[in-house]
């Protein structure tokens, strides 16, 4: 994984509100929609910024481009850490990571909300592999591939969890 370093991230925090306080889901995802890394912090300032971004270059290695919106933690953290020259920034450029809070947002709303943060941390990491696992590119196939893939995406979800 480290190798691929064509890759271009998608940088973004959403809010999430835990017994009335609020805390920040921060989460990369790459080109393709599928999302890399998840963290959760109290904050949204320089610290939490690296903190998240050493995390996932640790992880997943160096890239290509990263996609952020206007946050200046951002800009502050890739500083620090040497590579602020490879930040975008875009009107609507960072609508893929935009989208992807929507099905966390969906689930979220299912479950009635978080009660400690460390449920917020597991749900998202286990939310988004499981996404990962069964999102499909349905506009791109055809459906007998889409139903095949789809099984076959279940069948291997059904070993792991057995």
């Keep these: 994984m480290r190798s691929f370093t064509h890759w271009r991230w998608h940088l973004d925090e959403v809010y999430v509100k835990i017994n009335g306080e609020m805390h920040y889901l ?42 952020i919106d206007g946050l200046r933690s951002y800009k502050a953290a890739m500083k620090e850490i040497g590579n602020a020259g490879k930040l975008e920034m875009g ?45 499909q590119d349905r506009h791109l196939i055809s459906r007998e591939t889409y139903k095949a893939q789809r099984s076959a995406a279940l069948a291997e979800w059904q070993t792991f969890a057995a």
């Design 26 to 67: 921060w989460r990369t995802v790459d080109q393709e929609g599928e999302v890399l890394e998840s963290f959760s912090s109290k904050t949204r300032d320089k610290a939490a910024a690296l903190t998240f971004m050493r995390k996932i270059m640790k992880r997943h290695g160096r890239v290509k481009a990263i996609t």
């Design 91 to 135: 009107r609507w450029a960072n609508n893929r990571v935009e989208n992807s809070h929507l099905p966390f947002r969906r689930r979220e709303r299912a479950m009635v909300r978080f009660r400690q943060m460390k449920t917020l941390q597991k749900f998202s990491s286990v939310h988004a592999a499981f996404h990962n696992h069964f999102n």
